[in-house]
């Protein structure tokens, strides 16, 4: 792409190095900006850099902060003596999102793959266990994606975990709801029979 | 959505203000930058910032400029006699972008269209007949997008022009290279048969 202003250039730039945004969906977007008063664009620009210098990651659960402790883990209000373990901070909000869980959150910040050269080292996985030791946990939710990578972060966590009298459970993996049977992968269908519910148990949900 | 951090919640606001921009995606585009050096994210954010304050535009021909004239009308390599009309600045990036262009541009900033409320006031068209009257400009071509706000915005500017002595174009309409007969709409190829090329005049292309 040529351009006549390198100002123009530079923002189309830096808008292309996002993921998921190409050069044209960056032109359209550096245009779009262009459009509007330099006082609006100004304010993007400073909540941007903003959030990036002050933002925090709680000391607790790892998720973002304004503070030390997240609003989740300062809310007296929850349980925390159930911790739901998810991957990213985008789960924290997917789960609470649903408002169907009031415990509290442990973000392992990644999930174990060898393969990425993604070690147990590199996750917030030796931080859980101490918080797990030290909170006297009831209940730790696995909540991460159905994968390899995923089975293999519960395992070695349940492991780390068994001398501790604590319940372990991991959400469910079944037929989402709306989704149709002939088009379901053989290995959720399976799971999906082998995990198969009273009929009461499910109405009542 | 539920955020624990409302610095991060007010940066998905912004994101998402952007055209195209859902609050997922601004969401991912959000934590991207989180992941990203400080000193990145600052530097994304001043070129956003600085591009607005201080982009001009070419006091010529409209398109963006670093100063008060853009690079395309201070270069004397191109032909200043040819002018090309286009609707914004991204139909001159896309022109550009072709290379088989040496002439110059004037961007109209938009399009005659009454049901939007924009006429010929709003945009550059006043400007456009004072620079071929000034600079004797030879040729005058159109390469708005084929509807018929483009028609209607061609037609008023020819009407205007209609004194000079001025050879006036439009850019071919046709089936796109590439493009399968059989897909095509009944005008394009109503358009496409009323104005066929002898083949020699094609092919030499």
Do not use: W
């Amino acid at each position: 792409m040529q351009f006549s202003s390198s100002l123009l250039e530079n923002a189309v730039n830096e808008f292309s190095k996002l993921p998921g945004i190409g050069k044209k969906t960056a032109l359209r977007l550096a245009l779009h900006l262009l459009k509007q008063d330099t006082k609006e664009v100004t304010h993007f620009s400073e909540v941007i850099a903003k959030m990036r210098s002050e933002i925090k990651f709680c000391q607790r659960c790892f998720n973002v902060a304004d503070g030390d402790i997240c609003s989740i883990c300062s809310n007296s209000m929850r349980k925390h003596d159930v911790i739901c373990v998810v991957e990213s901070i985008r789960d924290v909000i997917a789960i609470e999102s649903t408002q169907q869980f009031n415990g509290t959150y442990h973000v392992l910040n990644g999930i174990i793959s060898p393969l990425d050269g993604v070690g147990p080292d590199q996750l917030n996985i030796e931080s859980l266990i101490q918080r797990v030791q030290k909170e006297k946990t009831e209940e730790l939710i696995f909540a991460l994606n159905p994968n390899i990578q995923g089975d293999t972060t519960i395992y070695y966590i349940q492991k780390k975990l068994q001398p501790l009298l604590i319940r372990i459970t991991t959400i469910a993996r079944g037929i989402a709801f709306g989704g149709e049977l002939e088009y379901a992968d053989e290995m959720t269908l399976a799971r999906s029979l082998q995990n198969r519910l009273p009929v009461e148990k499910y109405v009542s949900h």
